[in-house]
């Protein structure tokens, strides 16, 4: 999460708690979102932040999903 948020942070050019605070970043590992809808259900965590940078942290977060189901079931 961090990566992504640096990445984008660098591309962007702004600080990376201009992307998401580390606050936020835990609150989405925390509760990992699977939709945007979710994810804006995190504090601070508005419509603008969702439509522009959801889309990498959803995909980040939905491949990881996609691998530890494949890690349980050996």
């Known amino acids: 999460m ?9 591309t962007e050019q702004v600080p990376a708690y ?8 835990a609150e989405i590992a925390k ?7 979710a994810l804006s259900k995190i504090e ?3 419509e603008n932040r969702v439509e522009k940078y959801g889309g990498h942290f959803l995909k ?13 079931k050996h």
Do not use: C, H, M, Y
């Open 44 to 46: 601070g965590v508005g």
């Open 18 to 25: 201009a992307i998401f605070t580390n606050e936020q970043l």
């Open 31 to 37: 509760i990992l979102p699977v939709s945007a809808n």
């Open 60 to 72: 980040a977060l939905k491949d990881e999903a996609k691998i530890r189901a494949e890690n349980a």
């Open 2 to 10: 961090r990566d992504i948020r640096k990445e984008l942070a660098k």
